[in-house]
């Protein structure tokens, strides 16, 4: 985008002007079209002032503006900060460092390049593409180690290091000069790590890599079923693997399941219902206090679906948070390319009613449990201590 690069960046912003509007089912159905094209004008008018990754974050907030959870732009990340951050009930911390600044560790973040955090969470929130709260707090983590936003949204001045200050648990804060990283290293470095001992973290902990996978809690006769991404696996089929589920529970008399979505963000959720539909049929489990889900808020579009399947034809009791996505809304997503820059815009074409009541923004459980910071340093699930009546066991896995 070199050479006439003014013009070229009209031109993309005049076909998403045009475009998004009439490839989108329903693009107006929250935000005023005014409101739409008065951004996609003043952007116009600013580009002269602004450089290419302040127009990357424009173009972010303008999406993002519609409210549409699955409506977003994806942007590759060339650098990042070599670190992942969670946002707790009590603020947002820091939770791996990939082997470096350990001293931070398990620190809540208060100041990043001298901002405050919620300023740098205000700014943040202006491009992500949310319905609500639980999904912002489960996105917007992902969204602060990437400098190019961070940089766009000029709350770093450069591409190099930046200066964060964190907050011990007795209050003290320090800051440390960050050093940033090419995000191929880091994504090899985190693919190293995945065999990393795993043993003394709580289950919903563990295999995140895996789509599916199980294991019996044999002093308490429950099968615990944590459902990643519902998808297939390259070695076996959700159908087959839930198959297998269904001839253990018969076979041992499985009094208990727990069914975790609390970590999917969807994908075809047709894949479950063979499963659900034996699962209403099972006189061994489906009574009250036998089934239990657990939701969270990264539980969105298909999981979300599978979570209405499972409270309509089961006796199931939700636990946990209010799910990121929101019963009623936009999906069945396509893409198109923004013809210079090549971003690309992600974007609704169906809409899901699931509900009568439009304006309930999350599935919200019927025992809710927060995500601590204190539940996450001592490798507790409240959500599994709460099943399983707070007992302890020794947990083995079927298969």
Not at 54 to 59: E, H, K, L, P
Not at 145 to 163: M, N, Q, R, S
Not at 187 to 201: A, E, N
Not at 211 to 226: M, V
């Amino acid at each position: 985008m070199e050479n006439d690069w003014l013009g070229k960046w009209t031109e993309d912003i005049d076909q998403l002007e045009l475009e998004l509007p009439q490839r989108h089912k329903n693009l107006f159905f929250r935000l005023e079209k005014k409101d739409f094209y008065e951004q996609i004008q003043n952007l116009k008018k600013d580009l002269v002032n602004l450089d290419n990754y302040m127009i990357y974050a424009r173009i972010m907030a303008i999406v993002a503006s519609i409210r549409d959870a699955h409506t977003t732009v994806t942007m590759s990340v060339a650098k990042v900060i070599p670190f992942e951050f969670y946002w707790f009930s009590e603020g947002i911390y820091l939770v791996d460092t990939f082997g470096e600044n350990n001293d931070a560790l398990n620190c809540r973040v208060t100041y990043l390049n001298g901002i405050p955090i919620d300023e740098v969470i205000q700014r943040l929130t202006s491009i992500v593409s949310c319905e609500n709260k639980s999904f912002l707090r489960a996105q917007l983590p992902k969204y602060l180690p990437a400098v190019e936003l961070l940089y766009g949204l000029e709350i770093i001045d450069e591409f190099e290091d930046v200066e964060i200050t964190f907050e011990l648990q007795n209050g003290i804060a320090f800051t440390e000069t960050v050093t940033t990283c090419e995000y191929s290293n880091l994504k090899r470095k985190i693919i190293k790590d995945v065999g990393v001992s795993q043993d003394y973290l709580p289950l919903y902990r563990k295999n995140k890599s895996k789509n599916f996978w199980s294991f019996f809690i044999e002093e308490h006769n429950t099968l615990y079923f944590k459902y990643n991404s519902c998808r297939d696996m390259q070695d076996t089929t959700v159908e087959d693997f839930c198959v297998d589920l269904l001839h253990f529970i018969n076979q041992e008399e499985v009094k208990k399941l727990v069914i975790d979505l609390r970590n999917n963000l969807g994908g075809d959720s047709t894949l479950l219902d063979p499963f659900i539909e034996e699962l209403s049929k099972c006189k061994i489990l489906n009574r009250e206090g036998s089934i239990f889900v657990i939701l969270g808020r990264e539980t969105f579009s298909s999981a979300l679906l599978n979570a209405y399947s499972l409270k309509n034809g089961t006796k199931a009791i939700f636990v946990g948070e209010a799910t990121g996505g929101k019963p009623n809304c936009y999906g069945e997503v396509l893409y198109f390319d923004l013809k210079n820059s090549k971003l690309r815009i992600r974007y609704s074409t169906e809409y899901y009613k699931i509900i009568k009541d439009d304006k309930q923004l999350s599935f919200f459980p019927e025992v809710n449990f927060e995500v601590t910071i204190k539940d996450y340093l001592d490798k507790r699930d409240p959500c599994m201590d709460y099943i399983l009546s707070g007992t302890r066991g020794q947990v083995h896995c079927p298969r």
